[in-house]
């Protein structure tokens, strides 16, 4: 005699068998081709020098309500100082340390710092 658990587990079974196979056919179907190439117009770039000596790269594109600033450090310290001083500041004003407190300490002009 067949009991009413066995029934209902075989009956699970049959049904998570039958998606397995529907959703593995579903895999073999190929994507559909790419479509041609949109023309693409860059925004402009405007590049100016402050007063202070730092260099300043504007790129506006409107469209897009996001304002992003970087400033790139230790790409050009003097190489009147040696490696390991250049490397010292850099990791300093990494770190978070005030640019003042650093030109302080090291007699680099805070301009400096920043071009």
Known sequence: MIRASSVRSLALVMV???????AAGAQTMQPPPPSALRPY???AVEQFQLDNG?????VQK??????????????SLPRQYSLSVRR????????????AAVAAETGVCQATLFR
């Not at 998570?16 to 529907?22: D, K, R």
């Open 88 to 99: 010292q500041i850099v990791a300093r004003l990494r770190s978070g340390e005030p640019v």
């Open 41 to 43: 117009a860059f925004p």
């Open 54 to 58: 730092l260099k300043v790269i504007v």
């Open 62 to 75: 409107h469209t897009l309500p996001v304002v992003e600033g970087r400033v790139i450090i230790g790409r």
């Open 16 to 22: 998570f068998t039958s998606g397995a196979a529907g």
